[in-house]
Structures are given as structure tokens and as C-alpha cells.
């Protein structure tokens, strides 16, 4: 029977078909260091891994035993694919799943900023809330204004509908070659036209080097000072810094963020801003979503154990 590791535990059904088909270990002991991983690339015939798993390249220079990457998330930045194809390993992902309840978590942390929720759910806790108050956490308008979209993918098209549809707003995007969009949107020449013509900017644009800092100090220097910034899509696309001094400075209102540069590591200047709403990577995080992610990293290793080309390899 081929040996599996799944890196961190996943739904259950899943895991019970999994064990059906291999012998299978479950990873338990938090976070996997590189020698973790090129241990584990000796050791298994097969790997689940998810984000945070960094499969660099020198992790695949010893020996490999391994010849399966399934991959649980659509961003795949923590493998370098071009190592593990070097290597005979074959690595997958898991799109499509994930569009909707991460498109979903994007308007939440639009919504959130803009209406100030996380200020407001602090002070009530806090035990300091003093009753109504007619200038009391005065935050932004949605509906009606205009949303800019970094990366128009399918996550990117989905919460361009959502907020066209759902908030009339009119939607520009910038993307890295043209697009034709089933959603009313204007794509732009530049990220910087972009950032300046929009109120609240949404990041959604694929990890890895191409991407790294995308959205750096002269990106955000583009937009209004009323500017609302959104990042769903991965840390590392974004200067960290240059936000945490945009929003210290009062140059753009606020901002939202489900992912950060050094996961799980937030900086304390970040944690300390009242103008941003936090997340802890949430935006895969439904009992249906994580299945079904599940799911499909385990049906492409099944697929290569049969014999046939899983169905969303990426290298």
C-alpha cells in the first residue's frame, strides 16, 4: 500500500477514503520546517500539503521517494514546481472549490472597513459603549461607489459580482494580459490607474514571484485618501511595510486583510492600527469549502496512484 502524508488534518470523510486506499499519516506537530518536508520527500510515496509547507528547491536536492504533490489550496507558491518537475514529482492544486467563500470573505472585510465593524465590536466588548451616537464611528458608503479589482480571475470576477450587482458599484480592474469579463468591469492600462480610480481596492491576484510586492509604497501612494484596501490573495504581494506606514499616516482610510507577509506572524504596528480589520486566513474557511478541498487534493493523488494524470496538475 502507497504511503501518504497529509500535512494537516483535513475533513473527515475525506480522511476515512483516504486511509481506505493508504497508509496514511496525518501530521499533527504544527508547522513543517524545509528539513520537515525533504524528510517526509524521503520518507512517502505521496504528500498532501497545504500553505505554509515550503517545499523550496533545495528540498527537493536529496533523495525522493515521493512522486505525488496534491496540494490543498489554489495557491501553490510554497512548492517550487519547477524543482519537484526537475525531481519526477508532480504536483496539483485545488481551484474553482474555493471562489465563492473566498470571494465571500473579501466583502466581508470590504463591508467590515468601511462600516468601521471591528472598531465598533471592540467598543462593545470593551464595555465603554456609551449608547447612540449621531457622529459616532462614522465610516464609508458602499453602495453606489467604484470597486478596483488587482487580478481578475475567478476569484476576482466573483467578488466584482457580488459588489456590482449586490452594492452598484462600477468595477476597474488591472490584470497581467487582457481579459474579457462576464461581469461589467473596465480594465485599465496600468495597477496605479487602477489604485487611483478606485475607493476600495481589492487584491486577488495569484502568489509567487511575479507577484511578490506587487501593491508597494508607489501602488498605494496612487490612491485616495478615502481609500479603502482589501488583500485576500497572498501576503507577499503586498509591501507590508509601506501599508503599515500608509495606514498610520492617515494616507488611506483603512484597510482589510485575511493573509499577511509571514503567516502567522502579524506585526505588532499592524495589530495596533484601529483602521484595520484582521483575519486569520479565513477565506477557504467553510465546512463545505474545506471538504470539497479536500476532496479534490485527494482525488488527484488518486488519480495519480491509478495510473492517469491528475486532473489539476499544475507542472
Request: hydrophobic share 45%; charged share 20%; net charge negative.
Amino acid at each position: 500500500m502507497l504511503k501518504l502524508l497529509i500535512t494537516r488534518p483535513i475533513a473527515d470523510p475525506v480522511l476515512d477514503q483516504a486511509r481506505r486506499l493508504f497508509d496514511v499519516t496525518v501530521h499533527t506537530k504544527g508547522a513543517m520546517s524545509e528539513k520537515d518536508c525533504a524528510d517526509a520527500l524521503a520518507t512517502y510515496d505521496a504528500i498532501l500539503p497545504t500553505l505554509g509547507n515550503p517545499f523550496t528547491r533545495d528540498v527537493f536536492a536529496g533523495d525522493i521517494r515521493c512522486k505525488m504533490l496534491g496540494n490543498f489550496g489554489v495557491g501553490y507558491n510554497h512548492i517550487d514546481t519547477q524543482a519537484a518537475a526537475a525531481a519526477g514529482v508532480i504536483v496539483s492544486n485545488t481551484p474553482d472549490v474555493l471562489t465563492d467563500a473566498t470571494a465571500d470573505i473579501a466583502l466581508t472585510l470590504l463591508l467590515a472597513t468601511a462600516r468601521r465593524a471591528g472598531e465598533g465590536e471592540r467598543l462593545v466588548r470593551s464595555g465603554a459603549w456609551g449608547g447612540f451616537d449621531g457622529k459616532g464611528l462614522m465610516g464609508t458608503h458602499v453602495t453606489g461607489k467604484t470597486l478596483g479589482v488587482i487580478g481578475m480571475g475567478r476569484i476576482g470576477q466573483a467578488i466584482a459580482a457580488r459588489c456590482h450587482y449586490g452594492f452598484g458599484m462600477d468595477v476597474v480592474f488591472h490584470n497581467r494580459s487582457p481579459k474579457v469579463t462576464t461581469v461589467p468591469a473596465t480594465q485599465l492600462d496600468s495597477l496605479h490607474a487602477v489604485m487611483a480610480a478606485a475607493d476600495f481596492v481589492v487584491v486577488a491576484t495569484p502568489g509567487g514571484a511575479d507577484t511578490t510586492k506587487l501593491i508597494d509604497a508607489d501602488a498605494l501612494a496612487q490612491m485616495k485618501p478615502s481609500g479603502i484596501f482589501i488583500n485576500i490573495s497572498r501576503g507577499e504581494v503586498v509591501d507590508e511595510t509601506a501599508l503599515i506606514d500608509a495606514l498610520e499616516a492617515g494616507q488611506i482610510t483603512g484597510a482589510g486583510l485575511d493573509v499577511y507577509e509571514n503567516e502567522p506572524h502579524v506585526p505588532a504596528r499592524l495589530r495596533a492600527l484601529e483602521n484595520c480589520v484582521l483575519l486569520p486566513h479565513l477565506g477557504s474557511a467553510t465546512d463545505e469549502t474545506r471538504q470539497a478541498m479536500a476532496q479534490m487534493a485527494l482525488d488527484n493523488i488518486i488519480a495519480w496512484s491509478e495510473g492517469r494524470d491528475p486532473p489539476q496538475r499544475v507542472n
